[in-house]
């Protein structure tokens, strides 16, 4: 047996064991869902504003639920995938795609300047009145200046996603480099380093569980951008076919989308998460 | 006890009148609201070549401070710190630390904290030969099974050790250690003495320790600066060690004159300049 045990295996999974242990992990959720799932019945029955739970799934049923990839028959217009009449998993991947771009934006910009800002006492002076003002603007209220700078709503929509994402990312590269314990440079310091080596050798790295965390709001801010980058883009994305199906007037719809948008904003928090816990386990 | 044991045989080599690192006149004062306040003043000191010197005193004599001026850290306020008559402005490999708290990056490997220092001394070195020199000095503070571990995996005495590694693997001309053996465990503590001291032999570095820890002074040093309370700290006492090389911790243990040293830096630390809150 001494090899077996020598081995690393996992322990076999034993369901029943594992449901004494977490038993209350997953009963308490579901109660807590069973539990305002009822309360929203009651509400849109007695208030008759909203759809319920059911109306909700038996309206969205066919095809929305059923098949995420759905494509309509007036879909294929001019811009490819256009008007609107495809599955919402195609609309979130095309708002995915609009938020990477505008969050990759944010997170190179962010971060440099994170980094001149926090290498600069004089420079943090000086601009973080203007950046606490600034990164109190609600994305909506970008929508109107985004249109007026870029006069298109595409580059419109990225920049309204890159700027409501940018702000936590300098804030927090900006502490972790002023953060960096005195060791490290004076290790750079005895050591003579060159800007270069200082940079990528010590500076970056010491900074990373700092970028990180900030690379972890901003995923979240950027994708809580997405409806208003989205609202005044005529063809596609998971903003668009709420704003469309708010005008329309199908309710139902605007709710699948918005279990679709949590859904999707938790995942991608989760993932940048994961990938922080990874990357910073050295720290 | 002959002449010839009173110093160490490297610094028999150097030309006599021949001063290798010299602290001349040197006082430290900060501004501060009340007024300036002296941490220490009128410290003059000649360090030989290839000399294992100590520095003992209570917290707060401005130990660090000192040293601080040697490896270029701090300035002096007055005076002047020369190595081979060159003054001393700022840090550089030359005068190389190894810091109190081990200053490893903890992203890096062992072998990887050790050959950043190595490539940033000798940049223009094959990569093949900068290898070997971090291997080899790694082998040296027995760490060839460890050297792949990154420092959080390393227990304080191992990273002690990366840090020595990588402190003599650029060939410093003055080995500048503070405190550096304070936070391990007695047996470490003693291991690693040792292992100090004959690399100490082989590399014929000069080197200028910082420690509390008297037996530690006396079994390391060729001579043990003791300073006196801070503020206005000086060098009370400098005390000549005289113990033949190699040392053997043992034999020093029965040398009646070991005791003789060691009760007379007692008496001056807990005497005749006590430590009083």
């Given at each position: 047996m001494a090899t077996v045990a020598g081995r690393n295996r996992l322990p076999r999974f034993n369901f029943a064991t594992y449901f004494k242990k977490n038993g209350r992990?997953?009963?308490?959720?579901?109660?807590?869902?069973?539990?305002?799932?009822?309360?929203w019945e009651l509400f849109s029955a007695v208030t008759q504003s909203?759809?319920?739970?059911?109306?909700?799934?038996?309206?969205?049923?066919?095809?929305?639920?059923?098949?995420?990839?759905y494509v309509?028959?007036?879909?294929?217009?001019?811009?490819?995938?256009?008007?609107?009449d495809v599955g919402l998993g195609w609309q979130a991947i095309a708002s995915l795609i609009r938020v990477s771009i505008g969050y990759s934006l944010a997170a190179m910009v962010g971060i440099f300047v994170g980094v001149l800002v926090g290498a600069s006492r004089l420079l943090y002076r000086a601009v973080d009145p203007m950046f606490q003002v600034l990164r109190t603007v609600p994305p909506l209220a970008w929508l109107?200046?985004?249109?007026?700078?870029?006069?298109?709503?595409?580059?419109?929509?990225?920049?309204?996603?890159?700027?409501?994402?940018?702000?936590?990312?300098?804030?927090?590269?900006?502490?972790?480099?002023?953060?960096?314990?005195?060791?490290?440079?004076?290790?750079?310091?005895?050591?003579?380093?060159?800007?270069?080596?200082?940079?990528?050798?010590?500076?970056?790295?010491?900074?990373?569980?700092?970028?990180?965390?900030?690379?972890?709001?901003?995923?979240?801010?950027?994708?809580?951008?997405?409806?208003?980058?989205?609202?005044?883009?005529?063809?596609t994305g998971i903003g668009f076919f709420i704003w469309n199906s708010y005008n329309s007037g199908n309710l139902s719809e605007v709710i699948l989308a918005l279990f679709y948008i949590g859904m999707i904003g938790f995942l991608l928090d989760r993932l940048v998460g994961a990938i922080a816990s990874f990357v910073a386990a050295d720290h | 006890?002959?002449?010839?044991?009173?110093?160490?045989?490297?610094?028999?080599?150097?030309?006599?009148?021949?001063?290798?690192?010299?602290?001349?006149?040197?006082?430290?004062?900060?501004?501060?609201?009340?007024?300036?306040?002296?941490?220490?003043?009128?410290?003059?000191?000649?360090?030989?070549?290839?000399?294992?010197?100590?520095?003992?005193?209570?917290?707060?004599c401005g130990k660090t401070t000192l040293l601080?001026?040697?490896?270029?850290?701090?300035?002096?306020?007055?005076?002047?710190?020369?190595?081979?008559?060159?003054?001393?402005?700022?840090?550089?490999?030359?005068?190389m630390v190894v810091f109190q708290n081990y200053a490893l990056l903890p992203w890096k490997t062992?072998?990887?904290?050790?050959?950043?220092?190595?490539?940033?001394?000798?940049?223009?070195?094959?990569?093949?030969?900068?290898?070997?020199?971090?291997?080899?000095?790694?082998?040296?503070?027995?760490?060839?099974?460890?050297?792949?571990?990154?420092?959080?995996?390393l227990s304080g005495g191992m990273k002690q050790r990366v840090a020595i590694a990588r402190a003599l693997s650029i060939r410093p001309q003055v080995l500048i250690l503070d405190e550096p053996f304070g936070a391990l465990d007695a047996i470490t503590k003693e291991e690693l003495q040792e292992e100090l001291l004959k690399i100490w032999t082989e590399h014929q570095v000069t080197v200028m320790m910082i420690t509390h820890d008297i037996d530690e002074a006396l079994f390391l040093a060729d001579r043990i600066v003791m300073m006196?309370?801070?503020?206005?700290?000086?060098?009370?006492?400098?005390?000549?060690?005289?113990?033949?090389?190699?040392?053997?911790?043992?034999?020093?243990?029965?040398?009646?004159?070991?005791?003789?040293?060691?009760?007379?830096?007692?008496?001056?630390?807990?005497?005749?300049?006590?430590?009083?809150?």
């Open positions: 992990n997953v009963i308490a959720p579901s109660a807590a869902l069973v539990v305002a799932l009822i309360c909203l759809p319920g739970p059911i109306q909700v799934i038996r309206e969205t049923w066919d095809p929305l639920i059923i098949c995420p990839f309509g028959n007036q879909a294929w217009g001019l811009n490819g995938l256009s008007g609107g109107p200046i985004a249109l007026a700078i870029f006069r298109d709503s595409g580059p419109a929509g990225i920049f309204i996603i890159f700027v409501t994402a940018i702000w936590p990312i300098i804030y927090n590269t900006a502490v972790g480099v002023q953060q960096m314990p005195q060791d490290y440079k004076n290790v750079a310091k005895v050591l003579r380093l060159s800007g270069k080596e200082y940079f990528f050798s010590i500076l970056l790295p010491s900074i990373v569980p700092y970028m990180l965390t900030g690379l972890r709001l901003g995923i979240g801010l950027a994708w809580l951008a997405i409806v208003a980058a989205e609202m005044l883009r005529g063809d | 006890m002959t002449a010839q044991i009173l110093t160490s045989p490297k610094s028999a080599l150097a030309k006599p009148g021949d001063p290798y690192l010299e602290l001349d006149g040197i006082s430290k004062v900060y501004p501060t609201a009340n007024g300036p306040f002296t941490v220490m003043e009128d410290i003059t000191l000649t360090v030989q070549e290839g000399e294992f010197v100590c520095v003992i005193g209570h917290s707060g601080n001026m040697v490896s270029g850290f701090a300035q002096p306020t007055t005076g002047e710190v020369r190595l081979q008559g060159q003054r001393i402005t700022r840090p550089g490999p030359d005068r062992a072998f990887e904290n050790v050959y950043l220092a190595v490539d940033a001394v000798q940049p223009e070195r094959p990569r093949r030969e900068k290898l070997e020199i971090v291997r080899e000095h790694l082998a040296m503070v027995g760490l060839e099974e460890a050297m792949h571990k990154k420092p959080g995996q006196t309370n801070g503020p206005h700290a000086r060098i009370g006492e400098i005390m000549a060690v005289p113990f033949p090389r190699p040392r053997d911790r043992a034999r020093l243990m029965e040398d009646p004159y070991y005791y003789t040293l060691r009760n007379q830096a007692l008496d001056f630390l807990y005497s005749r300049y006590a430590h009083h809150e």
